[in-house]
């Protein structure tokens, strides 16, 4: 009776401490991809215009470059659980001072701002943090699950900010109260995550280790278990990028209404991340491999493309189906990715500086594919589309190579261990 007591409150804890992590991940990226949500609002609130609100984002997205592999580094040397608090204040902190002092220029040093506490500071603390609550068996299920928790935290953090901005007669007015609707539950989540996270625990005095940052990056640049976790990321957050110009090509090329192909992105965006995740991250634990669950990612995705650039007249149902099994092969794999860290044999003290490295790589296509994409739409018109969906199957076929190499790696590593443990017993 006693253990089942036990059990019970660590199971309750778990689940406070996932939904306060997916609180925390959710609100640091509100602010600065806020135009992905409210775009003509925050532009009128800016008085931007369409190439400074994108020069925003690439100003932001190299916080991936340059903040995260030393904010991994950070958070495996020093306590990441204050790290982590701190990146919820400064963005409440961040976010108050942009609406007080909301211009563009402004705007600029606080996503600057934004890149420091989002990218460099709470992103790869939170994958460390989120790979400490339960052992390599059950690594899918708990990546799954926090996706899913990020997922419920987005939808609900957009109706607050909804709500404000209608209660204060929309416009700037009303833009300027989601924000800071914002701020205030930013606060408030910093006082929360203080309470519910652990702290980490303390090394003994035999196992510290001098601080040296240069030696701590070239071992974990020289381990081909960054890149391949890169690269994993890499295929996966690019189709998802790919996946975004899935709504102007129904309507563009398809002739489909933009009511229509606005319900199926909803669906894409927003039921996906509830579901995918979860999935593919019991099927992870269920096979015990995230790169296999990768690789049947990769496959049906380059089936699903292949398919759109030889069939042109594609019916309602079809695109629905289609929209949903790559949605959901999207979502699936964000469900896996951060599991390779695990199948590659990547230590605990150095996940937060592996996935710093890695993200750097695999969230490039921040830094240029819409760019890219987008000089192909002006210079080529309907026809990019076809240039788009060849490129994406090209990075999916590179995914399922770097998958396979992830097996190889595996079966290395386990028959390494197997002789050490051999070793020993004689």
């Given at each position: 009776?006693?253990?089942?007591?036990?059990?019970?409150?660590?199971?309750?804890?778990?689940?406070?401490?996932?939904?306060?992590?997916?609180?925390?991940?959710?609100?640091?990226?509100?602010?600065?991809?806020?135009?992905?949500?409210?775009?003509?609002?925050?532009?009128?609130?800016?008085?931007?215009?369409?190439?400074?609100?994108?020069?925003?984002?690439?100003?932001?997205?190299?916080?991936?470059?340059?903040?995260?592999p030393?904010?991994?580094?950070?958070?495996d040397?020093?306590?990441?659980?204050?790290?982590?608090?701190?990146?919820?204040?400064?963005?409440?902190?961040?976010?108050?001072?942009?609406?007080?002092?909301?211009?563009y220029?402004?705007?600029?040093?606080?996503?600057?701002?934004?890149?420091?506490?989002?990218l460099?500071?709470?992103?790869?603390?939170?994958?460390?943090?989120?790979?400490?609550?339960?052992?390599?068996?059950?690594?899918g299920?708990?990546?799954?699950?926090?996706?899913?928790?990020?997922?419920?935290?987005?939808?609900?953090?957009?109706?607050?900010?909804?709500?404000?901005?209608?209660?204060?007669?929309?416009?700037?007015?009303?833009?300027?109260?989601?924000?800071?609707?914002?701020?205030?539950?930013?606060?408030?989540?910093?006082?929360i995550?203080?309470?519910?996270?652990?702290?980490?625990?303390?090394?003994?005095?035999?196992?510290?280790?001098?601080?040296?940052?240069?030696?701590?990056?070239?071992?974990?640049?020289?381990?081909?278990?960054?890149?391949?976790?890169?690269?994993?990321?890499?295929?996966?957050?690019?189709?998802?990028?790919?996946?975004?110009?899935?709504?102007?090509?129904f309507?563009?090329?398809?002739?489909?209404?933009?009511?229509?192909?606005?319900?199926?992105?909803?669906?894409?965006?927003?039921?996906?991340?509830?579901?995918?995740?979860?999935?593919?991250?019991?099927?992870?634990?269920?096979?015990?491999?995230?790169?296999?669950?990768?690789?049947?990612?990769?496959?049906?995705?380059?089936?699903?493309?292949?398919?759109?650039?030889?069939?042109?007249?594609?019916?309602?149902?079809?695109?629905?189906?289609?929209?949903?099994?790559?949605?959901?092969?999207?979502?699936?794999?964000?469900?896996?990715?951060?599991?390779?860290?695990?199948?590659?044999?990547?230590?605990?003290?150095?996940?937060?500086?592996?996935?710093?490295?890695?993200?750097?790589?695999?969230?490039?296509?921040?830094?240029?594919?819409?760019?890219?994409?987008?000089?192909?739409?002006?210079?080529?018109?309907?026809?990019?589309?076809?240039?788009?969906?060849?490129?994406?199957?090209?990075?999916?076929?590179?995914?399922?190579?770097?998958?396979?190499?992830?097996?190889?790696?595996?079966?290395?590593?386990?028959?390494?261990?197997?002789?050490?443990?051999?070793?020993?017993?004689i």
């Amino acid at each position: 009776m006693k253990n089942e007591k036990v059990k019970e409150t660590k199971s309750i804890k778990l689940i406070i401490t996932l939904l306060t992590l997916g609180a925390c991940w959710s609100i640091v990226y509100i602010i600065p991809f806020i135009q992905y949500i409210w775009y003509d609002p925050f532009q009128e609130f800016l008085g931007s215009s369409n190439t400074q609100m994108g020069l925003l984002i690439t100003i932001y997205g190299f916080g991936n470059v340059f903040g995260a592999p030393i904010g991994g580094w950070v958070a495996d040397r020093f306590n990441y659980k204050i790290v982590y608090v701190l990146s919820v204040l400064l963005n409440g902190v961040f976010s108050l001072g942009f609406v007080l002092y909301p211009s563009y220029g402004f705007a600029i040093l606080m996503w600057i701002g934004f890149a420091i506490s989002s990218l460099f500071m709470n992103y790869p603390t939170h994958i460390k943090i989120v790979r400490s609550l339960t052992t390599d068996e059950n690594q899918g299920k708990i990546f799954g699950f926090n996706e899913t928790c990020i997922g419920i935290f987005n939808i609900v953090f957009n109706m607050v900010m909804m709500f404000f901005y209608v209660k204060f007669m929309e416009g700037i007015s009303g833009m300027k109260a989601a924000i800071i609707s914002i701020a205030v539950l930013s606060f408030v989540l910093t006082i929360i995550a203080w309470f519910v996270l652990d702290n980490p625990v303390k090394k003994g005095k035999d196992k510290e280790e001098k601080v040296n940052i240069i030696k701590d990056f070239k071992d974990v640049g020289k381990n081909p278990a960054t890149w391949l976790v890169a690269i994993s990321i890499f295929a996966v957050y690019s189709f998802l990028t790919t996946m975004s110009y899935f709504t102007p090509y129904f309507t563009d090329v398809l002739g489909v209404t933009v009511v229509f192909t606005g319900g199926i992105a909803i669906l894409r965006q927003h039921g996906m991340t509830l579901l995918g995740a979860p999935i593919g991250g019991f099927l992870t634990d269920k096979i015990g491999s995230s790169a296999k669950v990768l690789m049947g990612v990769y496959v049906v995705g380059i089936l699903g493309l292949v398919y759109l650039l030889i069939v042109k007249n594609i019916t309602a149902p079809i695109i629905i189906a289609l929209t949903i099994i790559l949605s959901a092969g999207v979502y699936i794999g964000r469900g896996s990715y951060y599991v390779t860290i695990t199948e590659c044999g990547v230590s605990r003290d150095k996940t937060a500086s592996t996935i710093g490295i890695a993200a750097a790589v695999g969230f490039s296509p921040d830094l240029f594919q819409f760019v890219l994409f987008g000089h192909w739409l002006d210079k080529y018109g309907n026809t990019a589309y076809s240039y788009m969906f060849t490129f994406q199957a090209i990075v999916l076929v590179i995914g399922f190579i770097a998958a396979v190499l992830i097996l190889k790696l595996k079966k290395k590593n386990q028959a390494s261990q197997t002789i050490m443990e051999t070793t020993e017993q004689i």
